[in-house]
């Protein structure tokens, strides 16, 4: 089953409607059983609407990576 952790990090995905139709089961599947993770796409759901976000934008690439190492030290 899906993590808390991977849940987090392809929420905005899920949200966009941007994944294969098996992963957005496994997070359905996944909101089913945690509450926290239910709370935590709610919150997420909130704050999209509230900024006015329509559009998906990527950030270049050379931040995500510098991203991605400083979110991996933090582990």
């Not at 849940?7 to 909101?31: C, F, N, P, W």
């Not at 704050?47 to 995500?64: F, N, V």
């Amino acid at each position: 089953m899906l993590s808390c952790k991977h849940l987090v990090e392809q929420a905005s995905e899920y949200i966009d409607e941007e994944m294969s139709t098996g992963k957005r089961v496994q997070v359905k599947l996944h909101l089913f059983v945690c509450v926290s993770c239910r709370r935590y796409m709610k919150q997420l759901k909130l704050t999209i609407a509230m900024l006015g976000r329509k559009h998906h934008h990527q950030a270049p690439e050379e931040m995500c990576h510098h991203l991605l190492k400083e979110y991996q030290k933090a582990e």
